[in-house]
């Protein structure tokens, strides 16, 4: 029975159209594990496009080259078998002299779709395999070759295993370097977590092949772990994934749980910074007077670093306040730690110096564009001895209604806000009021 397509021509003929438009690089000399992943990758590229009601009927003709495993990752465990299809009768059992003429319409039916999926994964199957016969060396594939059958009971899968068992030898340094590049690190700046979940995915796959078997439980506990390293995620967030069930800290539940998280963060982090940049840009094209400029610089430009500081300062009061109370307190804590708070306060201090000059830069350029002489920025001090006297209005503080401090940011910006919960620091409490 010979399948017509719309065109006229035969499903072999229409199927090596399809798979001839897609490349398969020829292998000289012996086989490599490298080699032969590319090949696979190379036939999955060429079979998808064929498209057929088997297996499922999403991926093309994927079966016919991927094992169950990889099916059913690809198939997100919808379909985990990639048995072959098998020829139908050219009558349908169930038809006899009982048989209606509406069910016998659908049962000729049925039986025209399964001989169409056949006549598919058999053209599929000789036109690939031939094309891998011709892109290896005869010597690595006539073990294949039976008299007066040639290739015709091999398969696509068949011919691939024979070139990577029987041919590609793995020695101990490609497995030890397989699994070293497995267990790599995940840099949240330059790597979406859902690529690094594919990579681990990929790499995986790779290491199967040579026989280094990763299991899916090990692939989320690295993951996981990466997740944890990276410092990416807050305390809440990784307690809440913690609590969850066993079954949802599976590996497709793990990766979609902390894709979504990022997805959120990062959304967030984005508007923030388009925020901020609009902000820039106004106060750039905005060149106000010289007092404007201080009253800007004072106002405007220093909340963010007025509201660290301040954040710093109340962390600072609550650790005095803990020495103080607590006996002993100051020596609790183990060189390594004093290391990490030291390097950590030198980080701060290099960003706070930074962003001061920063803003002096910003200042001295706006009030240049304007005509006006560089304002004072020797601090208040200077100021005091050139006998101008400290004033609220000159030091720009004025008492927070909200937290009853004399400060610099606006009542709204207040940490003591509930609505400003995300935005406060590490070790930042409520003032009581």
């Known amino acids: 029975m010979n399948y017509t397509s719309a065109t006229g021509s035969s499903v072999h003929t229409t199927v090596n159209l399809i798979m001839s438009a897609k490349p398969l690089d020829i292998i000289v000399g012996q086989p490599t594990t490298e080699s032969m992943d590319r090949m696979t990758e190379q036939m999955a590229q060429m079979v998808a496009p064929v498209k057929t009601t088997a297996w499922g009927g999403l991926h093309g003709s994927l079966a016919l080259v991927l094992d169950d495993t990889d099916y059913a990752i690809v198939t997100r465990g919808v379909v985990t078998a990639t048995n072959r ?18 069910e016998l319409l659908r049962l000729q039916a049925e039986t025209k779709k399964l001989q169409t999926a056949f006549e598919l994964q058999e053209a599929v199957t000789n036109i690939g395999v031939q094309r891998i016969i011709d892109s290896v060396e005869e010597q690595y594939v006539e073990e294949l ?12 899968k068949s011919v691939l295993a024979h070139l990577r068992t029987k041919w590609c ?43 280094v078997i990763i299991s899916d439980e090990a692939k989320t506990l690295h993951f996981v772990g990466q997740m944890y390293k990276s410092d990416y995620f807050t305390e809440d967030q990784m307690t809440q994934y913690e609590m969850r069930s066993d079954t949802d800290k599976l590996w497709t539940p793990t990766l979609d749980h902390f894709s979504l998280l990022y997805a959120n963060r990062k959304a967030y982090g984005d508007d923030r910074a388009a ?64 290391e990490r708070m030291k390097a950590e ?24 564009k304007a005509g006006t002489t560089t304002p004072n920025t020797k601090g208040p001090a200077a100021a005091s001895r050139s006998g101008r006297p400290r004033t609220r209005e000159s030091t ?23 609505a400003n919960a995300d935005k406060r620091p590490t070790g930042w409490r409520v003032t009581e009021v």
Not at 85 to 102: E, F, G, L, S
Not at 329 to 337: E, K, L, R, V, Y
Not at 345 to 368: C, G, I, P, Y
């Open 345 to 368: 306060m030198e980080v701060q201090r290099k960003q706070f110096e930074t962003l001061m000059k920063q803003n002096s830069d910003l200042v001295a350029a706006l009030t240049a």
């Open 85 to 102: 299809v098998d020829q139908p009768p050219a009558v349908h059992p169930n038809i006899d002299d009982q048989t209606t003429q509406r």
């Open 396 to 418: 720009g503080l004025t008492e927070c209604p909200n937290c009853k401090k004399m400060a610099r940011h606006k009542p709204e910006n207040c940490f003591n806000l509930a």
């Open 275 to 338: 925020s901020s940049g609009f902000e820039s840009a106004a106060a750039m094209y905005d060149v106000p007077s010289d007092r404007t400029i201080a009253s800007t610089n004072s106002s405007g430009d220093n909340t963010s670093r007025d509201l660290y500081i301040e954040s710093l300062e109340e962390s600072l009061a609550i650790a005095r306040e803990y020495v103080a109370k607590t006996p002993g307190a100051s020596n609790t804590a183990t060189p390594t730690d004093f």
């Open 169 to 211: 030898k793995v020695m101990t340094k490609e497995r030890t370097d397989a699994t070293d590049a497995f267990y790599h690190s995940w840099v949240p700046s330059t790597t979406h977590v859902i690529t690094f979940g594919r990579q681990l995915t990929k790499l995986q796959k790779k290491c199967r092949t040579i026989n």
């Open 145 to 156: 070759n039976e008299d007066y059958f040639g290739y015709a009971n091999q398969t696509i």
